[in-house]
């Protein structure tokens, strides 16, 4: 019995000395996570604070974007106003400013380039009713001739 009972505080012992490590164990893992909870809510306020910052970035480029379209529809509006004050009112003219406030799209008319186009216009007129006239004296010089045949 007294094997027995020597090898009983033994086992005894070497039982509460896993235990013992197993609770130390315990403890350093309830250590560890505790720190890498903080780590994440840490990590997380961070990304947080990132977000935030990014988000009012995005808002102050958005509110200078919109001070900019601002900026922009009354230059086009002061311009549309010079162009109508400026220019004689026909179809093109009315439509021109509908054009610029839906499209965004800046139309001129260049005088010079309207001129020479009337030039152009009036010398083909001017050359059309000369060749016109001519074809019509051709015309008449052969009636005439042949007026001139049947006579002889």
């Not at 020479?116 to 060749?131: G, K, L, P, Q």
């Not at 004296?137 to 009636?143: I, L």
Request: proline share 2%.
């Amino acid at each position: 019995m007294l094997w027995n009972d020597v090898s009983l505080p033994k086992e005894l012992q070497e039982l509460q000395d896993k235990r013992s490590k197993l609770e130390g164990e315990s403890l350093s893992l309830k250590e560890q996570q505790k720190k890498l909870e903080e780590r994440t809510k840490a990590l997380e306020q961070k990304i947080m604070e990132e977000l935030r910052s990014k988000n009012e970035e995005t808002r102050q480029n958005i509110s200078h974007l919109e001070s900019r379209i601002n900026d922009l529809e009354k230059r086009l509006g002061q311009i549309a106003q010079k162009t109508k004050t400026n220019e004689p009112i026909d179809e093109t003219a009315s439509q021109t400013p509908n054009l610029e406030a839906t499209e965004g799209v800046s139309v001129e008319i260049n005088e010079e380039v309207l001129e020479e186009r009337e030039e152009s216009v009036e010398e083909t007129s001017t050359n059309d009713s000369s060749t016109a006239v001519e074809k019509d004296n051709s015309e008449s010089h052969q009636g005439n001739e042949k007026k001139k045949r049947r006579f002889f």
